[in-house]
């Protein structure tokens, strides 16, 4: 069936740092890819979304790229602030989600 | 409304009562869907619903937990006989569009529910 596998937390960086949270994905067909934030108290916020093979979703200077070759959907931002720390989701379509990666960003 | 309403944040449970789970979604969303999310999990999928009608209900782990949407908007989570495994955060989203329909989902900020 349909699922995600999302690189295993915790990440802890320093401001300005680049950061990559891995996913990967198995799936029959070409579902929608997305990626979801938490920020600490609030509830999931969609960050950015894929709908087919080499479209790169971007949002709040995070970009991630649906490769179909790889099954993956990387995010990245090249340059943290501490506001970026929160819990990032990859989730394939509505019915698969990753089990999160806890991003920390230290002044 | 102008997001995801759900109510209560928080539910304490003796273990065996029946509790209920609210959600209001965005006015004039069509998709609606449940979920249950663990400690240091991702949200797990339980059911979702087009406007009234509940199109998919797999995820639901035992016949205690039923889910409803009379009218097509409101919609409620029960859950009956409650076990300390029920012990989640449960969460809603809606979104404008169908199953699928890659618009991406807004979610409410859960009800955390507690069983002793």
């Known amino acids: 069936g349909n699922s995600v596998t999302q690189m295993e937390g915790p990440v802890t960086l320093s401001e300005e740092a680049f950061l990559t949270i891995n996913c990967t994905y198995t799936?029959?067909?070409?579902?929608?890819l997305f990626w979801y934030v938490q920020y600490p108290g609030e509830g999931l916020q969609l960050l950015l979304k894929?709908?087919?093979?080499?479209d790169k979703g971007s949002n709040k200077g995070f970009e991630a790229t649906y490769r179909k070759e790889t099954t993956s959907f990387h995010l990245e931002k090249g340059s943290v602030q501490v506001s970026d720390s929160a819990v990032y989701f990859c989730?394939?379509?509505?019915?698969?989600f990753g089990a999160g990666t806890t991003v920390t960003v230290r002044a | 409304g102008a997001g995801v309403s759900q109510s209560p944040r928080y539910k304490v449970a003796k273990r065996g009562q029946d509790v209920a789970l609210r959600c209001d979604p965005i006015?004039?969303?069509?998709?609606l869907f449940w979920y249950q999310q663990a400690l240091g999990q991702g949200p797990e999928f339980l059911t979702y619903?087009?406007?009234?009608?509940?199109?998919?209900k797999s995820g639901l782990p035992s016949d205690r937990f039923f889910a409803e949407r009379p009218e097509g908007s409101v919609s409620t989570l029960k859950i009956q006989r409650t076990q300390q495994e029920d012990s989640a955060v449960y969460l809603c989203?809606?979104?404008?569009?169908?199953?699928?329909?890659?618009?991406?989902?807004?979610f409410g900020s859960g009800t955390r529910l507690t069983v002793v």
């Open positions: 989203a809606s979104s404008i569009g169908t199953q699928g329909n890659a618009y991406g989902y807004t």
């Open positions: 799936a029959t067909g070409y579902p929608s």
């Open positions: 894929a709908t087919k093979a080499d």
């Open positions: 989730a394939l379509e509505e019915l698969s």
């Open positions: 006015s004039g969303h069509v998709s």
């Open positions: 619903f087009q406007n009234e009608a509940q199109l998919d």
